[in-house]
């Protein structure tokens, strides 16, 4: 049996695939990329919420605030590692996002414009989060299905304490139910990118679900994500910015209009409202950071001995 067939059949048989097994090298790279781009965009996506730690309204919201943005980080550490154990430096991708020759995920590149902002991060952008990590639990390669499942439950609290605060806005003042509506206006079309191109523009999805790494296709994972969350809007008394937003009895899902795949492929391409300034943040910190990693190699080398 070659090790083609024994990978091809482990594949099969859901056993996951571990750092240490023969792997296609198409398939090591592949997770490279989507690893990498997902550490990438937990490191980033700590700028918008960042932006509100020394405004949030209370201590309460402040502490809260502060322990997401923190999960965050851990998250975007565990995944950093889940991407070396596929013989990737850490330094090397991180410079390729630096560089912006990796990409992050196009939500982190629009403002946070007020705290309402906060409370829908939390609800939408980490409720779409989640939809696609569930389902990356499963995903084939063993440390990053693994890494997965920590990030998911940690997400979970995210999406709880976003939806909260947005619930406090929704009982507010008129005032704060529009900052609401707006944040909602806003962030909804964004959120929905998340999830990718159509199926039909998605370059690497037939070989993705067929190694296992995607369970299930971007757009199953976006129609998931609308029908989970059209309901909670309109708890909290909010509409959807989508005229084209339908209920479909026959089908049990929500139809709903067409995302503009032009701002998306713009924001992409590092042409959105804020790629310039979160990755000027993150080269910023990169190297005012250089005396830390400088300090920690020099504290390290001295305990070898
Ligand atoms: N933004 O062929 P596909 C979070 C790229 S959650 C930017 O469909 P694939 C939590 C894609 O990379 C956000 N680029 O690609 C949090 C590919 O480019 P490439 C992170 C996008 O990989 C919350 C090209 O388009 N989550 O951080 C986007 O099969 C709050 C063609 O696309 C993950 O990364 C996009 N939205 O499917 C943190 C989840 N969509 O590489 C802080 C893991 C697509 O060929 C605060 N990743 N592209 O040059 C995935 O599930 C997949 O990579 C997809 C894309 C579904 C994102």
Redesign the pocket.
Known sequence: MTEQHRFDERIAQEIAIEPQDWMPDEYRKTLI??IG??AH??IV??LP?GNWLTRAPSLKRKAILLAKVQD?AG?GLYLYSAAETLGCAREDIYQKMLDGRM??????NYPTLNWADIGV?GWL??G??IV??VA?CRTSYGPYARAMVKICKE?SF?QRQGFEACNVLAQGSESQRQMLQDAINRFWWPAL?????NDDN????AQ?LAWKI?RFG?DELRQRFVDNTVPQVELLGMTVPDKDLRWNEETGHYEFGEIDWHE?NE??AGRGLCNEERLAAKRKAWEEGAWVREAALAYAAKNVG
């Open positions: 990329r989507q781009q997902h965009s937990e996506g700590m919420e965050e998250h990409k992050y995920s196009s939500i982190f991060i952008v980490d779409a989060a696609n990590q990356l997400e995210h990118m998340m999830f990718g191109p998605s370059p690497n999805s993705s995607k971007n998306f924001v992409v």
